[in-house]
């Protein structure tokens, strides 16, 4: 089948011209039915859709029907066709004769239009779309830019909100846990620890016995358990609680830190071998997870202080979190002695020296 023109409309148009020139005919000025404005903000709204659609799309993995081939036509369709065709030539005929008049038809109406001082101006499509294309940009960034903010704030009032907590003294009692120094002293220091933690084996190891030595019996030491680092912290609280019972939990509290590494079960009964414990009453202790309860009291303490970490001491109820420098302790510990009108000892003010 021929390719249809696109003037199938053609003898409607022609009919359409030769009224239009008999009006013409028959006035001297005829009346201009001027030309329809652009609607820009319109065009514009129409741009800024088809962008953003086009930006947010999502990508489609939808494969696209294979053309199927089409049937031999019959001989009916085929008589059908050849009419068509006829027909098709005949509109041909008649929208290039239209054609021939409508060319003409430009001159004719130019003797009766005025000619116009001042050309229309031209919509630069190109132009406009990258115009818009650039709005969507940068409406889009500073909804990415503002959700970020949002973000940012969001951690921020979350930050501070710990840090408020963190400067709030918590309410933390010593409980019956092991404790170094007398009950009534002014300072009392709750720390909770973790066996197989690196920086509490460092603030046990290099921090506290500078602590004891500087302020003696004005502070008391209290050990709470914390165990958050697997199973091996879970089984050297309970093995250091039951050296507690034979009275050698500050004993056996030095050699799990300074032998974390190797905290299996059977090191747990060599420690207790090396200290002269009765060590079947200690197996059968730990073994039974006698003070298991013990330490889940110290935990869920810890947790109800807003736990983030071990070690977390709590200096009168003042939070330190982490293993901090030895002056960072001093500093708290003093202005606690002076807040309660304790004298400081005399060393205060003198950097203590590790021994070596």
């Known amino acids: 089948m021929r390719p249809r023109t696109p003037y199938r409309a053609a ?19 005829p009346t201009i039915t001027p030309a329809p404005t652009l609607d820009t903000t319109a065009l514009a709204d129409s741009i800024r859709a088809q962008v953003f659609a086009t930006l947010t799309a999502e990508p489609t993995d939808t494969p ?3 053309p199927t081939a089409s049937p031999s036509p019959s001989p009916t369709s085929r008589a059908l066709e050849m009419t068509l065709e006829a027909f098709a030539d005949r509109l041909d005929a008649q929208a290039a004769q239209a054609a021939e008049f409508q060319s003409g038809l430009a001159g004719t109406l130019a003797a009766f239009i005025p000619a116009s001082p001042t050309p229309a101006p031209t919509l630069d499509m190109d132009v406009l779309v990258g115009t818009v294309q650039v709005a969507v940009f940068e409406t889009l960034v500073a909804q990415a830019q503002g959700t970020q903010n949002a973000a940012v704030t969001q951690q921020a009032a979350a930050q501070a909100t ?15 846990d092991p404790a170094l120094g007398p009950e009534d002293t002014l300072v009392i220091i709750i720390s909770f620890s973790d066996f197989t933690c690196p920086h509490c084996a460092n603030f046990a190891i290099n921090t506290l016995p500078l602590l004891l030595e500087r302020y003696g019996d004005r502070v008391r030491f209290v050990f709470r358990d914390a165990p958050i680092l697997g199973p091996n912290s879970g089984w050297a609280a309970l093995a250091a609680e039951c050296a507690d019972d034979q009275g050698q939990f500050w004993a056996y ?10 905290l299996s079960r059977d090191a747990l009964t060599a420690f207790a071998v090396q200290l002269e414990m009765d060590v079947a009453t200690f197996d059968a202790c730990v073994d039974g997870q006698t003070h ?38 001093a500093a708290i510990i003093e202005e606690e002695l002076l807040k309660a009108g304790e004298p400081l000892p005399a060393e205060a003010t003198a950097e203590p020296t590790p021994e070596t």
């Open 162 to 176: 710990q840090t408020a907590r963190e400067n709030q003294p918590a309410d933390i009692g010593p409980d019956d």
């Open 11 to 29: 003898p409607l148009l022609a009919a359409l011209v030769i009224i239009l020139l008999a009006g013409c005919a028959g006035q001297a000025a």
């Open 292 to 329: 298991l309860e013990e330490i889940r009291n110290d935990f869920a303490a810890a947790q109800s202080a807003g736990l983030t970490g071990t070690p977390t001491f709590f200096i009168n109820g003042r939070r330190v979190v982490g293993a901090q420098p030895f002056e960072v302790f």
């Open 253 to 262: 509290h030095d050699l799990l830190f300074a032998n974390q590494r190797t």
């Open 64 to 66: 696209q029907p294979s």
